[in-house]
């Protein structure tokens, strides 16, 4: 068992929130995957699967919740409501995973809409692993 450090900035409007989290977790690395596996607050098994183009973020939670981070453009995803399912686009602005320094780095911004016009929040996520 390691640490996984998680380090998000929320900008919502004018409004920002940093938020930093500890968990105890595990790192898999297979071929040039890595998977990095702990469970939240919420006591939910997470699980962070990615490489050099590509991050997916899923929570096994009920219903299961999955966040696709791609520097290749707009990814889909869906927010749990109780209406039911919100879509949300998710826009990648820069993703950068540093192997040697046991980090991920991304900066996306989440929308209503696939044009981009209505933003709900941009974040700042900073993902690192080790025995600190």
Do not use: C
């Not at 109780?82 to 320094?101: A, D, M």
């Amino acid at each position: 068992m390691l640490r996984i450090h998680i380090k998000n900035t929320v900008r919502m409007n004018t409004e920002i929130d940093v938020i930093e989290e500890v968990y105890q977790g595990e790192v898999v690395e297979k071929g040039a995957t890595l998977y990095l596996r702990y469970r939240n607050q919420e006591n939910e098994q997470v699980v962070l699967k990615g490489s050099d183009q590509e991050w997916v973020m899923s929570r096994f939670s009920r219903p299961k919740s999955i966040m696709r981070f791609s520097v290749e453009g707009l990814t889909q995803s869906f927010f749990v409501t109780h209406q039911g399912q919100l879509p949300i686009y998710i826009q990648t602005q820069s993703l950068v995973y540093e192997k040697n320094r046991s980090q991920v780095s991304m900066s996306y911004s989440l929308y209503l809409d696939a044009e981009g016009q209505e933003e709900l929040a941009h974040y700042d996520l900073l993902v690192s692993w080790g025995n600190f």
